[in-house]
Each structure stands twice: as structure tokens, then as C-alpha cells.
């Protein structure tokens, strides 16, 4: 085969694919604009098909669908399953979602370290809500050990992703805190960054 038929079958599997993307984001983007209007059947049609197919963002909000029952039954175990789907798909909002499912005992069991594994998997994805709960959930010891210099870290790195501040969210957990436990935090934090 010459170089121009494998450019020919390179450039046509590329458009193929590039195609059936933009034709997944098309439906995703129709059921959003249908959700944002209350249209939940619509949302359900066009986002089921790419849920099937693997799609996470479209695994993530049929989770929503089924968790506040617009257009289909309420059914927590459909919930959990497709925000499930999405986490292990390394979807960090679906990851923050199905911790904070653990945390609370909604539609699974209350499992603290459950949560901690799945809020702080979304954390690292760089999901700022994430960062914020993993940080709290240090500092308390919540499904973790409590290390406050890890507390610290997350808490001022939510406030870093949401362009705050540094210290914004953890003034009272500062004073909480030795040198070297400050120092440690910021040695984190540079670490998690890098």
C-alpha cells in the first residue's frame, strides 16, 4: 500500500471518529439544553443512548435523572449505578458525587471510608468541592486518619482552584496548626501541584 492510500485511510478513520464524538456531544448538548428548559424526557432520550455507550457526562446526569425522579422513577439503586459507571470512569464530579453518597448513607450504605477513597480520588482530579470535603474530612478524621497538615493542603488548594485566596476556607484550622505542620502543608501542596 503507498503512502497515499494510508494517508487517505488515516485521514478518513480520523474524521470517522472525530464524527461520532461530535455526534455524542450533539446529543449530550441537546439533553442539557432540554434539562435547563425541564424537559427531563428529552434530557432522558438523548442522554440514555450515550449513557450505554460509556459516555461519563451522560452516566453522571442520568444519575441525576433517576435521583430526583424527573422523567423516570425515582430509583436510588439506578442512581448509584450510573454516577458508579461515571466514577469509575475517573469522572471527578461523578467520583465527588458517589463519595458524598457514602458519606451521607444515601442509596448505599454509610461508609466513611468509601467516601474518603472517592472524595479524595475527585481532589486529585482537581475537583474543588472535592478538595474542600478530602481537607475537612482530614481534619476531623473522618474515613481517615486525621492529619491535620493534610487538612491543611486540600483545604487551601479548594481555595487555590476556585481563585481565592490562600487560607480562605481554613483561617480557625491555621491556628490548629505547629510551624512544622505548616510547613509540611505547603511541602504538599507544592507536591500535589507539580
Same mark, same amino acid.
Given at each position: ?12 478513520? !480520523? ?14 448538548? !441537546? ?30 446526569? $442520568? ?15 439506578? !442512581?448509584?449505578?450510573?454516577?458508579? /459507571? ?8 461523578? &467520583? ?7 458519606? &451521607? @448513607? ?7 471510608? %468509601? ?15 472535592? &478538595?474542600?470535603?478530602?481537607?475537612? $474530612?482530614?481534619?476531623? @478524621?473522618? @474515613?481517615?486518619? /486525621? ?9 487551601? &488548594?479548594?481555595?487555590?482552584? /476556585? ?11 491555621? %491556628? ?6 505548616r510547613l509540611e502543608a505547603e511541602h504538599? /501542596? ?5
Amino acid at each position: 500500500m503507498d503512502r497515499l492510500h494510508k494517508y487517505i485511510i488515516t485521514f478518513t478513520l !480520523t474524521f470517522y471518529i472525530v464524527s461520532l464524538e461530535s455526534i455524542a456531544w450533539a446529543n449530550f448538548n !441537546t439533553g442539557l439544553e432540554a434539562y435547563q428548559k425541564g424537559d427531563y424526557k428529552t434530557a432522558y432520550s438523548e442522554w440514555l443512548p450515550e449513557a450505554e455507550k460509556g459516555d461519563p457526562y451522560a452516566q453522571h446526569m $442520568m444519575g441525576f435523572l433517576y435521583a430526583s425522579g424527573r422523567a423516570v422513577e425515582l430509583k436510588p439503586e439506578q !442512581t448509584v449505578l450510573w454516577w458508579r /459507571k461515571a466514577a469509575h470512569q475517573g469522572f471527578a464530579p461523578a &467520583q465527588y458525587t458517589l463519595g458524598s453518597l457514602y458519606r &451521607q @448513607g444515601l442509596g448505599v450504605p454509610h461508609d466513611p471510608q %468509601k467516601a474518603a477513597k472517592w472524595i479524595e480520588r475527585a481532589a486529585d482530579a482537581g475537583y474543588p468541592d472535592a &478538595q474542600y470535603d478530602i481537607g475537612v $474530612m482530614y481534619a476531623t @478524621g473522618e @474515613g481517615v486518619t /486525621k492529619d491535620l497538615s493534610t487538612a491543611y493542603m486540600w483545604v487551601d &488548594q479548594a481555595a487555590d482552584t /476556585k481563585g481565592l485566596g490562600p487560607g480562605t476556607f481554613w483561617k480557625n484550622l491555621d %491556628k490548629l496548626l505547629t510551624p512544622a505542620q505548616r510547613l509540611e502543608a505547603e511541602h504538599l /501542596k507544592k507536591a500535589w501541584s507539580e
